[in-house]
């Protein structure tokens, strides 16, 4: 790789010196070249031999230095689970510009959607609603709400793009909104900002501080540059800045908003919130719902309190306002209070050790270690049970399942670890 | 086998990870005997995997003390062909199957009484997930994974918050996981394992007749599952116990800050430890428009 990249420059001095002014008008095919930098994704093995980087030992690396990181900052255990998040995109004419391919508002769009399905699914009692800037003046597209498809089949019908961007206007708007919330919820702005400026009519540092005082948590994802404006917002009102370079950063980016973030004490008032767990009625029965004030047949929850009925969980109540949810909308939470420990990395050696021949097998999917990559050594241990597992496992036990098999499968372990806690 | 790859791994063929029920506890106390249910069950494997000759059987034995792989038929298969028997060796099964147990029962010694009698099924649950999840790696033509839970057991509570991931995880990648509760009451989280996943619950009023409730619910696949009448579920309970007491309650308290359910008001949370304000829950928890709330 780097001789390839230092023959590139070398052979740009020396020899062709004229390349360098025909290089506007290359053959398409030379320009692919050029744009993708093939060669960098060529490394030497120790015989001197190119070959593809390897991206699957990459990839783990980078997904146990996030693991890490998390598992550092999130020692506590008190998250804001009940969330109320509205995403501001800026709609403005700098949304149609065409660095993202096909345009950013088609990748923004592409990516809020995934988002808003992730952001439910990890969050299952929060609310999320949508601002869109435009010609200056910011419009709510979609109320808070619960439910993932209308707010994306909201923002799927308006995706043209004009005039100015104004963060103040968006501020205001969204403010006015997330002060009516109950004070146990976590309030939260998303900005996906495209612009390079913000055209306000105040003072937009007053709309910061009033942010603040309103305990509004605001993150920025900007996709041209960074702005000091957007950064002083997050510095002050706690959230975080940062600019996509490339369309895989920004859904990265987006994405890392999905999981509930640390609580903040001050920020939000912890409180018991009273609520309803209804019974799911019997396939046949007919009723009204209280929600669409229709009469249906079939499955529907009974709220407990008042009897009412109501299509989908959760919900509140329409008639006595009762906040009705099923006890696994609760229990998908739970994750995140009993987190499993990361898994260690296996020296090769131990691999290779006889008397543990028999843990060469993952734990997980009874996959051979020793066979998942050419060279042996790509295996993780757990520090409680002392299961091995395959870096396939490993990522799928922490990012969706959540529980350690191995943990899991032996009652003495269990009872140890719960000492532990 | 290799013939007709074109055909290969068709909408029709399944792999089926069966979680087996091994806990002695249950099996000394049930009307059926293991042995007559593990009977029933090999006759099952080998209807399954004479179906289609590309279906797959797994068997992992959720045991009282340990769980552990005691059969696959993509490994065992070409053995049990060459001597012209059917495809589950019961031979293999049954040798592994009693040495698992053998294991299990070291392990518990030493052990305390403990008050539940419940097998670790979250440990089998999550080695179904992380088996069918390098069925999904290993490229896009793969059969329709699908998870047969045959459980006798109660259930056992300090597994709620496992059992509840591994079914989120299973819900997430499509798994269905079907049950086969052959114990005396139901099971609740079976219950919801299979309807949050759109898997089949089924509890055989007669268990003498247990193979023929497997062959006529449990052994078709997913793709012929819409063209057939299952038993539909009665009713799910979606109704939630309180962390203090293990009481089923259908109206609560709920942490704010970390979900956790109380059946009555607390000062204090005792999983997170947040204080709570005095703030009126009640007035807080209705929506503005709805100044007016029912005294409780």
Redesign the interface.
């Known amino acids: 790789m780097n001789n390839g990249a230092g023959k590139r420059i070398n052979g740009g001095v020396e020899e062709d010196d004229d390349e360098d002014d025909v290089n506007g008008d290359l053959d398409a095919w030379e320009r692919t070249y050029t744009d993708e930098r093939s060669w960098e994704s060529l490394q030497e093995d120790e015989s001197g031999m190119l070959r593809p980087i390897d991206n699957q030992a990459l990839y783990h690396s980078q997904y146990r230095r996030r693991l890490r990181s998390l598992s550092s900052t999130a020692a506590r255990?008190?998250?804001?689970?009940?969330r109320y998040l509205y995403i501001v995109i800026d709609l403005s004419k700098a949304a149609s510009e065409m660095d993202f391919r096909p345009s950013r508002i088609a990748v923004i769009a592409k990516h809020v959607e995934a988002f808003i399905r992730e952001f439910f699914?990890q969050n299952p009692?929060s609310q999320v609603g949508i601002v869109t800037i435009k010609d200056g003046v910011a419009n709510c597209l979609t109320e808070i709400g619960g439910s993932p498809e209308s707010h994306i089949n909201a923002l799927m019908k308006k995706l043209d793009c004009s005039g100015d961007s104004s963060l103040q206007n968006a501020l205001d708007l969204v403010d006015g909104y997330l002060n009516?919330i109950?004070?146990?919820?976590h309030r939260e702005v998303l900005v996906l900002y495209s612009a390079l400026s913000t055209c306000d009519p105040g003072d937009i540092m007053e709309t910061i501080q009033k942010c603040r005082k309103s305990k509004i948590r605001c993150s920025v994802i900007g996709l041209s540059a960074e702005m000091f404006i957007c950064k002083h917002l997050c510095q002050e009102t706690g959230g975080t800045y940062s600019v996509a370079l490339d369309e895989s950063h920004f859904k990265e980016l987006i994405l890392e908003h999905a999981p509930p973030p640390p609580?903040i004490a001050e920020f939000?008032?912890?409180?018991?919130?009273?609520?309803?767990?209804?019974?799911?009625?019997?396939?046949g029965s007919i009723s009204i719902c209280s929600c669409h004030k229709e009469a249906k047949v079939g499955a529907g929850?009974t709220c407990?309190?008042?009897k009412a009925r109501a299509c989908e969980l959760p919900t509140?109540c329409r008639v006595?306002?009762?906040?009705l949810?099923?006890?696994?909308h609760?229990?998908?939470?739970?994750?995140h209070?009993?987190p499993i420990a990361p898994f260690d990395e296996v020296p090769p050696s131990h691999l290779n050790d006889p008397i543990r021949k028999q843990k060469r097998n993952?734990?997980?999917?009874?996959?051979n270690v020793l066979d998942s990559g050419n060279k042996p050594g790509l295996a993780v241990v757990c520090p409680k049970c002392k299961r091995y597992f395959c870096l396939?496992?490993d990522i799928?036990?922490h990012e969706?399942?959540?529980?350690?098999?191995?943990?899991?499968?032996?009652?003495?372990s269990?009872a140890a670890t719960?000492k532990e806690d | 086998m290799a013939s007709a790859p074109s055909k290969l791994y068709a909408d029709d063929v399944s792999l089926v990870v069966v979680l087996l029920d091994t806990n002695p506890f249950f099996w000394s106390s049930s009307s059926l005997s293991f042995s007559q249910f593990l009977s029933h069950v090999l006759a099952f494997f080998n209807a399954i995997l004479t179906l289609n000759q590309l279906n797959q059987v797994v068997v992992i034995a959720t045991g009282y003390n340990s769980c552990d792989y005691i059969f696959n038929s993509a490994s065992d298969l070409n053995r049990s062909f060459e001597n012209g028997r059917m495809p589950v060796m019961s031979s293999s099964l049954l040798q592994k199957l009693e040495e698992f147990l053998i294991k299990d029962e070291q392990l518990s010694k030493g052990e305390p009484e403990g008050r539940i009698k419940s097998s670790l099924f979250s440990g089998s649950l999550s080695m179904a997930l992380c088996y069918i999840q390098r069925v999904f790696r290993s490229g896009a033509l793969h059969p329709h994974p699908r998870i047969l839970c045959l459980q006798g057991s109660p259930d056992g509570p300090e597994q709620y918050v496992a059992i509840m991931n591994a079914i989120f995880s299973a819900q997430r990648s499509e798994v269905p996981i079907d049950s086969c509760y052959i114990g005396a009451q139901n099971s609740a989280f079976l219950q919801q394992a299979s309807y949050i996943t759109g898997g089949v619950h089924h509890k055989p009023q007669n268990l003498d007749g247990l193979f023929q409730y497997l062959m006529t619910i449990f052994a078709t696949d997913l793709h012929s599952r819409s063209f057939i009448h299952l038993p539909k579920p009665v009713g799910v309970d979606f109704r939630a116990s309180c962390f203090c007491h293990k009481n089923t309650i259908d109206m609560g308290y709920v942490c704010s800050v970390c979900l956790s359910i109380f059946c009555k008001h607390h000062k204090k949370c005792s999983t997170c430890g947040s204080v709570f304000g005095q703030a009126q829950s009640e007035a807080a928890s209705a929506s503005d428009k709805k100044r007016k709330t029912p005294e409780t």
């Open positions: 255990i008190q998250k804001g689970l009940i699914y009692l009516q109950p004070s146990y919820g609580a939000a008032v912890a409180n018991l919130i009273k609520m309803g767990f209804p019974q799911r009625a019997a396939e929850y407990p309190r008042c509140e006595c306002g009762l906040t949810v099923s006890s696994p609760l229990a998908r939470s739970y994750h209070l009993f993952c734990f997980g999917c009874q996959q396939d496992c799928y036990i969706s399942l959540h529980n350690c098999p191995g943990c899991d499968s032996f009652r003495h269990k719960a």
